[in-house]
């Protein structure tokens, strides 16, 4: 009995955590508990669900991720510090999400991106992830 008590009384902050976890999900925050980067990324592509044409096409660090919550074309770009091969991934795009998911992006789309500013409008714009419209 005294050991079941205090094991309970152990997790009660789990169990607290969890509570107000499920009330924000409950109330309709269907990103609760996900940490601020994957939370943005999951947000950015519901934007480009919501402000984009259907036909529209993404370069995206996650593109089965991305594609199964936007519903929109993705393509990923090539993981090479040559800034040409990621360019030319990105310019057969409509768009670009830079987010903060991975290294990756800050690797190899990012220096890519800084190489040709000109060429990308940011459309949407949070902390961890922005979305950028693909100039041609």
Known sequence: GIFATGSLLTQ????????????????GDQYAGYSANIRQFFESADW???NTAEDAVVTVRKPRLFNFLSGRKVLN??????ADSVLA??????????????????RYLVPALQKQPENFKVVYNEKYAKVAEVIK
Do not use: E, F, H, K
């Not at 991934?89 to 290294?103: E, F």
């Open 48 to 50: 480009v669900r919501d």
């Open 77 to 82: 770009y090539p993981y090479s510090t040559d």
């Open 89 to 106: 991934v990105v310019m057969r795009t409509d768009y670009v999400v830079i987010d903060a998911v991975s290294g990756t992006t800050g």
């Open 12 to 27: 009660l902050p789990a169990v607290q955590s969890n509570l107000r976890l499920l009330s924000r999900y409950a109330a």
